[in-house]
T-cell receptor, first 111, second 113 residues
Framework: GEDVEQSLFLSVREGDSSVINCTYT??????LYWYKQEPGAGLQLLTY?????DMKQDQRLTVLLNKKDKHLSLRIADTQTGDSAIYFC???????????FGKGTLLTVNP | NAGVMQNPRHLVRRRGQEARLRCSPM?????VYWYRQLPEEGLKFMVY????????ESGMPKERFSAEFPKEGPSILRIQQVVRGDSAAYFC???????????FGPGTRLTVT
């Protein structure tokens, strides 16, 4: 199976919170990332978390890591229409510098 | 500080032609990574380079693909004798020394007709 898995779609109302989930398989993953991709654009690094942390908050973004279950989530508070994009979860193993990406979650924010 | 730059943004090639994709890393970054994104797929690692050195090319197809990062100038991803299956978005990322932050360029969208 895939090393990093995400649900493909999420739809929320403007002003609600969005939670995007991700699971990974490699216990040696050292860093876990969230990237945002808008249509036709490159990837924007939103945030990342070290595997020895369980939470990281940055303005409207909260990342939660459950290392035991190999589960990562990204919560976006007060979701805006400008948050509509594809969100990629990625992991990097301690032994190399390759990012391994999930297939991405398309977040649609409805007015 | 300009971000990672890639050109061209769009490239159309006929089957059998060569494609050259360029990537200029962010100022002060000496590590470059190439990834490929096939339609409706996540990004897949291709190659990791430092100046004048290929560090890891485990994701590169064995034939027709090559990459370089010369002492001067941009990194180049070269695809010889392109086939339709090479149609994809090719992203370059860069990072400074000794960090785990990779910053991506806008990508080159290659279409093979």
């Amino acid at each position: 199976g895939e090393d990093v898995e995400q649900s493909l779609f999420l739809s929320v109302r403007e002003g609600d919170s969005s939670v995007i989930n991700c699971t990974y398989t490699d216990s040696s993953s050292t860093y876990l990332y969230w990237y945002k991709q808008e249509p036709g654009a490159g990837l924007q690094l939103l945030t990342y978390i070290f595997s020895n942390m369980d939470m990281k908050q940055d303005q409207r973004l909260t990342v939660l890591l459950n290392k035991k279950d190999k589960h990562l989530s990204l919560r976006i508070a007060d979701t805006q229409t400008g948050d509509s994009a594809i969100y990629f979860c990625a992991e990097m193993r301690s032994s190399n510098y390759k990012l391994t990406f999930g297939k991405g979650t398309l977040l649609t924010v409805n007015p | 500080n300009a971000g990672v730059m890639q050109n061209p943004r769009h490239l159309v090639r006929r089957r059998g032609q060569e494609a050259r994709l360029r990537c200029s890393p962010m100022k002060g970054h000496s590590h470059v990574y190439w990834y490929r994104q096939l339609p409706e797929e996540g990004l897949k690692f291709m190659v990791y380079l430092q100046k004048e050195n290929i560090i890891d090319e485990s994701g590169m197809p064995k034939e027709r693909f090559s990459a370089e990062f010369p002492k001067e100038g941009p990194s180049i991803l070269r695809i010889q004798q392109v086939v339709r299956g090479d149609s994809a978005a090719y992203f370059c990322a860069s990072s400074p020394d000794q960090t785990y932050e990779q910053y991506f360029g806008p990508g080159t969208r290659l279409t093979v007709t």
